[in-house]
């Protein structure tokens, strides 16, 4: 498809299980970024990705969250041990690099809610 | 560090009447300034943008952003509201720097009544 593709869309898990979120983004785009969306707040900066490298991890909460792009176009997000806490909408974006300020395209996200 | 104030969670108004949803900043370096629209079950999309230059700013669907750096501003606006701008409207902020990190506000939802 031509705009950033997330799956899943929705993902329920319990307490302590393992999680995977996967972001396809689109086609050319070298910069690729994830945010967290908690019920009623903004987005908030998790990582970003120039390539295949972090370029900054800043956001990541604690090292329960890891994400990789080992082929410099789809990354995955990956949650260990998960918590209620961690329940939002991770949203996933892309732009064609760094320079391009701001022209970030967004996917619609996948909700993961943590029982 | 940076931080975003968006003044209004909820900015209720009729069709055709004017609307402006307000976005106040924080930071010790010059930003850049972005407002997105997040309509219903659709992803974020960029709106405006202001990176220099005139400090207003024309953005898609008839909407327009002043940016005042005395009053740590960048208010959206727009003259007569339609029932498809119904959204979610997120201010947000980057320093040029750290790449297309973007600090985003908590978010506006504006509900255009007919």
């Known amino acids: 498809g031509a705009g950033v593709s997330q799956t899943p869309s929705n993902k329920v898990t319990e307490k302590g299980k393992y999680v995977e979120l996967r972001c396809d983004p689109i086609?050319?785009?070298?910069?690729l970024y994830w945010y967290r969306q908690s019920l009623g707040q903004g987005p908030e900066f998790l990582i970003y990705?120039?390539?295949?490298?972090?370029?900054?991890d800043s956001g990541l909460p604690n090292d329960r969250f890891f994400a990789v792009r080992p082929e410099g176009s789809v990354s995955t997000l990956k949650i260990q041990r998960t918590e209620r806490g961690d329940s939002a909408v991770y949203l996933c974006?892309?732009?064609?690099?760094?320079?391009?300020?701001?022209?970030?395209?967004f996917g619609e996200g996948s909700r993961l809610t943590v029982l | 560090a940076q931080s975003v104030t968006q003044l209004d969670s909820q900015v209720p108004v009729f069709e055709e009447a004017p609307v402006e949803l307000r976005c106040n900043y924080s930071?010790?370096?010059?930003?850049?300034l972005f407002w997105y629209v997040q309509y219903p079950n659709q992803g974020l999309q960029l709106l405006l943008k202001?990176?220099?230059?005139?400090?207003l700013v024309k953005g898609i669907n008839g909407f327009e952003a002043e940016f005042n750096k005395s009053q740590t501003s960048f208010h959206l606006r727009k003259p007569s509201v339609h029932i498809s701008d119904t959204a979610e409207y997120f201010c947000?902020?980057?320093?040029?720097?750290?790449?297309?990190?973007?600090?985003f506000g908590g978010g506006t939802r504006v509900l255009v009544k007919p």
């Open positions: 974006a892309s732009s064609l690099d760094v320079s391009n300020t701001g022209e970030l395209f």
């Open positions: 086609s050319g785009h070298t910069a």
């Open positions: 990705f120039q390539g295949t490298g972090a370029a900054d």
């Open positions: 930071s010790s370096v010059s930003v850049y």
């Open positions: 202001y990176l220099s230059g005139s400090t």
């Open positions: 947000a902020v980057s320093r040029g720097a750290a790449g297309n990190k973007l600090t």
